[in-house]
């Protein structure tokens, strides 16, 4: 056997500077690879600058937080006694200068603010709580009021002069979403304004710097032990941006498997690259047996050839990966924390890099050993008399890359049954389409011969020796599937987008409407928009601390995870009360409490959520109002209409259970269907004027930035999804030009016995649309049904796809087959076949 550096040399001089004949199998890793390291950067750089500016993001390394109401001294002492403490409030309100006016986010901040970061002004300062009578107002509402540093504001009823424009807010993410810009004021100002008087809707935030040492999960849980009944919301460094998290994580997972979907269709595409390579080496290599090169011999050479072109492959896609990072940042940064600029992950790298290796070892295996096992003169008369297959030889090498990619796949990932459920898939969908393949070739040999000649031959090209037709149907299975679950996934998230973001909606959501002046109210928006509906409820906050049967109550605090769909037991939520049945709702089980009734407290509860917490008839609930525990019994279910986007609440107490605490109402306000742009700001600074301690929400802004943020993430999707579609079209035309190579010697023989070029063009688009009708409606179940797992189970949307889109999308995929099919046979019309002849 001759060694590793003589192998080389002769690869070296076989191999062509720009690898023809192997660029399929570069192509191919290039997209995989280079998608796997776009996601692993990525991602890890998220996840980086999450735990990195834990601390920064959350303003400390934990933070308490109550609904309506300050912390007592005893919990404040509690707060003081775990570390540094910074406390403030935060509440949606209203800011005018002159004539205009904008709902915001008011934040009132002491003096500790922040304990960790810096706030920087625009021209430059680093700023902590501003000077008295001063707020410091993000570029949103600077642009909304018109005003600029040294003009007045009014908050409610206090006048406040602009003293700075935010140019970075340290704590910003981890504030979550909001209502409006900030506007950073003291932490006295929302009395002076009038914003907290009893009843108000707004939230007192305590964030608390540990001493070094320090666990912050203890510290939570040591003060919810302490105050069980205080409604605690808590969060840490570990947390500082749980829904960021979350997006990051499904995102994450998500990209993996559409990584690993190009990369398995990609692989379809080496495996037909490789042989279509070494089948255009036949000659050489029996060549090299004639010539006394032994089986190891051939094994090194093509190992050697395969692997540069691998490793170049691998290599451009991890650049690839690297540069389009900082565009993938750029275009999430408003949603995620991501450094801007080149990001370097080895580990993201070396992970990406491997599994290309690993897959191409897969599917490239199996050619390569089977070029090495025939001898000489076997290898001169394949084109007559085709090789046999023997899978034995690949058994190896196979089976060992089949186990690293899914070690590899396994090591890190948060949803490990996934992505087996994903590899397992992948084997059975590729064992399936090898099955159809093989049947195809079956039912072909045993249909009646057509009495047109060339639809007798396209017939016999399905099932004759040498025939591609189990790599064309493979090929073509997942290019089309590829096409269909682009379109299934596109259609469904922008179905869900108009669905979760109502098109019916009410103009205005008014807050904090004080309750003896409710008629006001309504006469002020009647006033200046006849013909207006207005709609109040009263508004309170409380947090979900027990439910189930009287004798058997669980803790919310004692669960080690919420259950699935339990939502609403993550903090505190909205509550109400009422004498009837609210609007849009419809009781699915038990009875709604009469009028005036005085008995014991009763509950109505949505009925996703009594299923997700195995609620019954009769059961009980306990929840923290301003830090003390109420129980009520569950009277009844309830069905919501949450498309409606009005007051929609899961829990809906009977008036006597929770009325006499502190609230005000919130209010919904449909003007007519044709105001007039003036009416509309007339009506607004009414309001505002005539209600200074309400917020005024338009809801047309909120609905635009809602959509916004859905497309944005839609965009996200689809951008990674389409990486398989490119896989996949890549894969068409490997397997298309594969498929043309091993017809030379066919179309050659038919010319020389007559064959015009037209007959051999409508034979090939015979055969192809053949295949292509078969495998449509295989397309179309695999496309759909993986589409179907990344909008439902994934990512917990609607199934809502558009089959008319989807169908159209799938025409579209079969039209790129045909036009590949025709491009491919151009070459073999042109050949000539006395030379085609002397090169067989």
């Not at 179905?495 to 006001?520: H, M, S, T």
């Not at 309001?687 to 200074?692: G, W």
């Not at 558009?802 to 070459?827: K, N, R």
């Amino acid at each position: 056997m001759i060694g590793w550096r003589a192998a080389w040399t002769i690869a070296r001089r076989d191999l062509s500077a720009r690898f023809r004949g192997l660029r399929l199998l570069l192509v191919c890793l290039f997209l995989g690879v280079g998608a796997l390291a776009a996601i692993g950067t990525l991602t890890g750089a998220i996840g980086k600058e999450l735990s990195s500016r834990g601390r920064t993001i959350l303003g400390g390394d934990v933070e308490v937080a109550v609904w309506q109401r300050a912390a007592s001294p005893a919990e404040l002492a509690a707060f003081a006694k775990a570390g540094k403490v910074s406390g403030g409030y935060r509440m949606q309100a209203m800011a005018r200068a002159g004539d205009l006016a904008a709902p915001i986010e008011l934040k009132a901040i002491d003096q500790a603010w922040p304990l960790v970061g810096e706030l920087t002004l625009q021209d430059g300062r680093k700023a902590g709580a501003p000077p008295p009578g001063e707020v410091w107002i993000g570029q949103g509402a600077a642009d909304r009021l018109g005003v600029s540093p040294g003009a007045t504001i009014e908050i409610g009823t206090l006048p406040l002069k602009v003293g700075g424009i935010i140019a970075e807010e340290p704590d910003r993410l981890g504030e979550g979403f909001t209502l409006g810009p900030v506007v950073i004021a003291r932490a006295d100002v929302p009395a002076q304004a009038g914003l907290t008087a009893p009843g108000a809707m707004y939230r007192a935030k305590y964030r608390i710097a540990l001493p070094p040492g320090q666990n912050p999960d203890k510290v939570v849980g040591v003060l919810k032990k302490q105050f069980p009944s205080a409604g605690f919301e808590a969060r840490t460094r570990d947390r500082a941006a749980p829904g960021a998290e979350r997006f990051v994580t499904r995102m994450g997972d998500f990209l993996i498997l559409v990584g690993l979907a190009a990369l398995v269709i990609a692989g379809i595409g080496i495996g037909g690259g490789v042989s279509s390579y070494l089948e255009a080496r036949r000659g050489a290599v029996a060549t090299l047996k004639v010539l006394g090169a032994t089986s190891g011999d051939i094994t090194r050479i093509y190992l050697l050839q395969i692997g540069a072109a691998a490793v170049v492959g691998s290599l451009a896609g991890l650049a690839a990966g690297v540069l389009v990072t900082p565009l993938l940042a750029r275009a999430l940064g408003e949603l995620l924390p991501v450094a801007a600029g080149l990001t370097f992950d080895p580990w993201a790298l070396i992970r990406a890099a491997a599994f290309g290796l690993l897959v191409a070892l897969v599917f490239a295996a199996p050619p390569l050993l089977a070029a090495r096992r025939f001898p000489a003169m076997a290898l001169f008369r394949a084109r007559v008399a085709p090789l046999a297959s023997n899978w034995r030889d690949a058994v190896l090498p196979v089976g060992l890359g089949l186990a690293g990619i899914v070690g590899l796949s396994l090591i890190g990932s948060r949803q490990p049954l996934m992505v087996l459920g994903f590899l397992g898939g992948s084997a059975a969908l590729l064992l399936l389409l090898g099955a159809l393949g093989w049947a195809i070739r079956a039912t072909a040999s045993r249909l009646p011969r057509p009495k047109r000649p060339l639809l007798r031959i396209a017939l016999s090209n399905l099932h004759r020796p040498g025939a591609q037709t189990g790599a064309l149907v493979t090929a073509l299975g997942f290019g089309l599937a590829a096409f269909v679950l682009l379109a299934a996934i596109q259609t469904s998230l922008d179905a869900n987008i108009q669905a979760r973001v109502p098109q019916r909606a009410p103009d205005y959501f008014v807050l904090d409407v004080p309750r003896d002046r409710a008629g006001e109210f309504t006469r002020t928006v009647q006033q200046q928009a006849p013909g207006a509906k207005v709609r109040m409820v009263p508004a309170l906050r409380g947090a979900i601390l027990a439910y189930g049967p009287p004798a058997a109550m669980v803790r919310v605090s004692s669960l080690k995870e919420i259950p699935e769909n339990a939502w609403p037991l993550r903090g505190e939520r909205g509550l109400t009360y009422s004498e009837d049945l609210p609007e849009g709702n419809a009781v699915t089980a038990g009875k709604w409490w009469p009028n005036d009734y005085a008995g014991e407290p009763l509950v109505s509860i949505d009925e996703r959520l009594a299923e997700a917490l195995n609620l019954k008839l009769g059961d009980q609930l306990t929840i923290g109002l301003l830090g003390v525990e109420r129980t009520a019994r569950i009277a009844s279910f309830r069905r919501i209409d949450w498309d409606s986007l009005g007051f929609n609440y899961v829990l809906v107490f009977s008036p006597n259970a929770i009325s006499d605490a502190p609230h005000n109402l919130a209010a919904m306000v449909d003007l007519p269907k044709t105001p007039s742009p003036t009416g509309r700001g007339e009506l607004l600074r009414t309001l505002v004027k005539a209600f200074p301690s309400s917020s005024v929400i338009e809801v047309g802004g909120v609905l635009t930035q809602a959509r916004d943020l859905l497309r944005q993430v839609s965009l996200a999707v689809l951008a990674a999804a389409s990486v398989a579609v490119l896989a996949g079209i890549a894969v068409l035309l490997g397997a298309i030009a594969a498929a043309r190579a091993s017809r030379i010697y066919d179309n050659v023989i038919l010319r020389v016995l007559g064959a015009s070029r037209r007959q051999l063009l409508f034979l090939q688009l015979a055969e192809y649309a053949l295949l292509a009708t078969v495998l449509a409606g295989v397309a179309l179940a695999l496309g759909a049904g993986t589409a179907w797992l990344v909008v439902v189970k994934l990512f917990e949307f609607e199934w809502l796809p558009d089959w008319p889109t989807v169908l159209a999308t799938l025409g579209l995929g079969l039209a790129l087959v045909i036009g590949f099919a025709l491009a491919a046979s151009l070459p073999l019309l042109r050949a000539k076949p006395a030379q085609a002849l002397r090169e067989l």
